[in-house]
């Protein structure tokens, strides 16, 4: 792509380092804001700044959370006792969509994928685990993506819970394997944690 300006190329390089951003569609964003009033611009670049400087993480559930504990964990008005353990945040904001389900959330920050050198010590594991240890946990949702990684994923946990006082589930797979919560359709994903099953039947049905 030939530019006629340094400023353009720079600014239209570093939106295309965004996933799922290609030169085209960054350069058609650039332009958009070329075309606003410049404050758009102002107010864009600081809301960034601020949420890369201030962005702070649940002590307790590790969502993204302006306070020390997310308003979900500190809401008197959800279950403790149901923690339901999810990928990445996008999960949580899915599962608030359907708003059928009143229990806390565990954001692992990932799943375990020898592949990309992610082990059970890089994603927020041992915190869960210690959760369900202090026992006001009674059951664990297990909701990760139906993928090999999330199946080892939710394996590892149900062994590290092993000879604990909780029950697992998982959200009914009514989700065709491989996809994505995120891209779930609300009413589906809403019924599936409805219709979850013992974690126990699932891992027999493979
Ligand atoms: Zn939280």
């Known amino acids: 792509m030939e530019f006629s300006s340094k400023l353009l190329e720079n600014a239209v390089n570093e939106m295309s380092q965004l996933p799922g951003i290609g030169k085209r569609t960054a350069l058609r964003l650039v332009l958009h804001l070329l075309k606003q009033p410049e404050e758009r611009t102002s107010f864009l670049s600081q809301a960034l700044m601020n949420l890369r400087s201030g962005i702070n993480f649940c002590a307790s559930c590790h969502n993204i959370s302006d306070t020390e504990l997310c308003e979900i964990c500190a809401s008197p008005k959800r279950d403790e006792s149901i923690v339901c353990v999810v990928e990445d945040i996008r999960d949580v904001m899915a599962i608030e969509n359907t708003s059928q389900y009143i229990g806390l959330y565990h954001v692992l920050g990932g799943k375990i994928s020898p592949m990309e050198?992610?082990?059970?010590?890089?994603?927020?594991?041992?915190?869960?685990?210690?959760?369900?240890?202090?026992?006001?946990?009674?059951?664990?949702?297990?909701?990760?993506?139906?993928?090999?990684?999330?199946?080892?994923?939710?394996?590892?946990?149900?062994?590290?819970?092993?000879?604990?006082?909780?029950?697992?589930?998982?959200?009914?797979?009514?989700?065709?394997?491989?996809?994505?919560?995120?891209?779930?359709?609300?009413?589906?994903?809403?019924?599936?944690?409805?219709?979850?099953?013992?974690?126990?039947?699932?891992?027999?049905?493979?």
Do not use: C
Not at 151 to 157: S, V
Not at 161 to 184: C, Q
């Open 117 to 206: 050198g992610v082990g059970p010590q890089n994603l927020n594991i041992a915190s869960l685990v210690n959760k369900v240890k202090k026992g006001t946990v009674k059951e664990l949702i297990f909701a990760l993506s139906s993928t090999m990684e999330g199946d080892t994923t939710n394996f590892y946990i149900y062994r590290q819970l092993e000879g604990l006082e909780v029950t697992t589930s998982t959200i009914a797979r009514g989700i065709s394997v491989g996809d994505e919560l995120e891209y779930t359709d609300e009413v589906t994903l809403g019924r599936s944690i409805l219709n979850r099953v013992p974690f126990e039947s699932s891992i027999k049905a493979n």
